[in-house]
C-alpha cells in the first residue's frame, strides 16, 4: 500500500506496471484468493420451485465463490493477470496452488453444462468478464496457461456463440451503469476478439457498436449517477467507441456526443462520487467501483483526443477519481473485496496487454 502513497495518480494512471512492489501485489492478490474460496454469502437467483436449491460449488465447481458467478469469473482474471506479469509475485504459489486445484476437465465440463439450460445465465457481465479472463490465458505465453486455456475451450467457445446468439442480436442498447450495461459487454468482448484474432466476430462487435452507438448525441450525463451504479454509460460508451473508430472520427464524435462536457452543469460527470468510508449498505462501495471505472475509462478517452483541451480536463479528472476511490477499494468488508481488486487492477496494468488492444 504504501507504494499507492509514494507514487501517487499521474503513476497509476500511466497504466503500467513497472512500480508495483512486493506489498502491493500481496495486497492485490489478498482479496481475491479469500473471495473465491468464500461459498457463502452467495446471490441467490429466483427459486422455481421447493426442489431448485443447489448449492453454489455444485452447480459452479470453478466459479461458484464471490457471493456471484461474475465476481468470482474477474477474481480469476485478477489472479492470472497478476501471474502473467508479475514473475517473482510473491503469492504465486499460493495462486497456482488453488488454481490448479480449481481448473480441472470435469469441473469446466461441468460449467458449460449448465449454460446448457440456462442460456441467459450472467448476460452480459458475467460473459464479458469471462471473455477477458480467457483472453488473459492467449496472452500468457506458458505452459501451464496454454493447459488451462485448452480446459477451458469448449466454455469459451459456448461463451462467444451465446454472444453472437443472444447478445449481438438485440436491437438496442440498454444504457444503465450496472450489470447489464451494453457498452461495457461490447468493449470487453471486442478486446477479446483483438486478442484471439476472431476477425468475423470483431467484425460484429464493431457493426453492433456503430448501430447502438454512432448517432448518440448531447448525452445527458449530468443525470449520472443513476443508482447503484458501478460504470458510467456516458464515459463507458466512449470508451467503447474510441476501441471502434479510428482516432479522427472518434474525435469528431466525442464531440458531439458530449459537446459540454467541461462546462457546467455538464462538468459534474468529471467529478468524483464522494464516498463515506462509514457506509455499511453496499452504495458506497459500488461508488467506489464506479470512480474506478470513470477513472479509467477517462483516461482512455483521453488518449484518443490528443493534446484538445477535453483531453487534459479528463486526465486531471482521471487523477481526482483515483485520488477519491484506490485505497478505499481495499475494504474487509466483503459487499466490496469480493470484486474492487479487480477494478483497481485493471486501473493500474491498463496498458499491459488486452485492454483496448491495437489502440
Known sequence: ???????????????????????????LSEYPLDSINTEYPHFARSVDGPDDMVQPSEAHPVFYGSFDWHSAVHNHWCLVRQLRLF??????????????????????????????????????????WFLRFVAELHLWDEDRAAAWREMFEPLERQIVELFEREFLTQERPFRVGTHTNSAFALAFALDYAR?????ALERAIVET???????????????????????????????LMRRVLDREAFQQWFETFSPAITDSPYDSLLQPIDVDADGDDGLELHFVGLNLSKAWSMAGIASALDDQPTAEALEQ????????????????????????SSFVLYVLTRNEGGIAPNQ
Open 1 to 27: 500500500m504504501d507504494a499507492l502513497q509514494r507514487n501517487g495518480a499521474t503513476t497509476i494512471l500511466s497504466g503500467h506496471a513497472d512500480w508495483i512492489d512486493a506489498e502491493l501485489l500481496s495486497t
Open 87 to 128: 514473475e517473482d509475485h510473491p503469492e504465486a504459489s499460493a495462486i497456482v496452488s488453488l488454481l490448479e486445484d480449481r481448473f480441472t476437465r470435469e469441473k469446466i465440463v461441468q460449467e458449460a453444462t449448465y449454460f446448457e439450460d440456462n442460456a441467459s445465465f450472467e448476460k452480459p457481465y458475467g460473459w464479458a
Open 195 to 199: 486478442v484471439v484474432a476472431d476477425d
Open 209 to 239: 457498436s456503430r448501430e447502438f452507438f454512432l448517432d448518440d448525441e448531447d448525452y445527458p450525463v449530468e443525470y449520472e449517477p443513476l443508482g447503484w451504479d458501478f460504470v458510467s454509460p456516458a464515459l463507458t460508451e466512449a470508451d
Open 317 to 340: 479528472a482521471a487523477q481526482r477519481h483515483i485520488e477519491q476511490s484506490v485505497e478505499p477499494a481495499f475494504t474487509d468488508d466483503y459487499a466490496g473485496a469480493h470484486w474492487l
